[in-house]
């Protein structure tokens, strides 16, 4: 079977028990980096036998058909550098493979990074969206954040350390300076640290130029209720002064939380009913 293994993001002490006992006894491993695999097992204090295979993004295509024959017939665990498989991390297309095959794919759960900036975060829990890396370039953050302007669930993102400052400007570029929001870096670490409060002050904070990996959760939007004729009327106008219609629907939808397909249907609706 495939085996998909949770391993520390920073304290070693979070290793679990079957953790350990797989890495000891499998005889295969796919590790993101069989370098980091070595300095877990050193850390620990263990040792293993097992025939590694390197796992990453730009050799994961290439190690399907050999990874999914071993794993038909013994058992293949499966590591990241930290956290869990498939998650921001590679493995998402071995386990497509795996189940596309037959075999048998199974979990052994541990630390999260998404979950642990959730949970301290003392923003609402009940409700989220993890979406990933931030994009390297700010205008397309810009679009990211613009496209979930009306998200009304807790966002958590991963950032690097040295785009920290310039993500929080964006997302309050868009979101507003007001919106709620932490920074969480060095997750389970002896420097681990959650900075809490509006984009703004986060802002002051991160010139501060603060170091370790980054995991931004942001406050959903307040959710409201919407009336789609009256934003029909502002589509309209911003339209008769000349923007363009798609510009406008895609505007006043974006600042507003609402489906832009759904917006411009009714604006052209609108638009041949009254076409002045």
Not at 70 to 86: F, N
Not at 166 to 172: G, W
Not at 193 to 222: C, D, F, N, Q, Y
Not at 235 to 244: I, K, S
Request: aromatic share 4%; proline share 4%; net charge negative.
């Amino acid at each position: 079977m495939l085996i998909l293994a949770a391993t520390p993001i920073g304290n070693l002490s979070d290793a679990s028990p079957r953790l350990v006992e797989h890495l000891e006894r499998c005889e295969f491993i796919a590790a993101e980096d069989t370098r980091s695999l070595l300095n877990l097992v050193h850390g620990l204090g263990i040792r293993h036998n097992a025939k590694l295979f390197s796992l990453h993004e730009h050799n994961e295509s290439d190690r399907l058909t050999q990874l999914v024959e071993i794993a038909s017939t013994s058992d293949v665990l499966v590591v990241s550098d930290a956290g869990m498989p498939t998650v921001s991390d590679p493995g998402f297309l071995l386990v497509r493979a795996c189940v596309e095959a037959g075999v048998t794919v199974t979990i052994i759960p541990g630390p999260s990074a998404v979950l642990a900036a959730l949970a301290v975060s003392g923003l609402p829990t009940d409700r989220f969206t993890f979406e990933g890396f931030l994009p390297r370039k700010g205008g397309d953050r810009r679009k990211a954040f613009t496209a979930l302007a009306g998200e009304t669930r807790t966002m958590v993102f991963f950032e690097s350390p040295h785009r920290i400052l310039e993500s929080l400007e964006d997302a309050a570029s868009v979101l507003g300076v007001d919106r709620q929001a932490t920074v969480s870096r060095e997750l389970t670490k002896k420097f681990e640290h959650t900075e809490r409060g509006t984009l703004g002050e986060l802002i002051e904070w991160a010139k501060s130029e603060p170091k370790g990996e980054m995991v931004i959760v942001i406050a959903g939007a307040v959710a409201r209720e919407v009336d789609a004729g009256s934003l029909v009327q502002q589509v309209l106008a911003m339209a008769a002064l000349g923007t363009g219609l798609k510009q406008a629907v895609a505007e006043i939808a974006s600042a507003n939380g609402v489906s832009k397909s759904e917006l411009y249907s009714l604006a052209l609706e609108a638009r041949k009913q009254d076409p002045r």
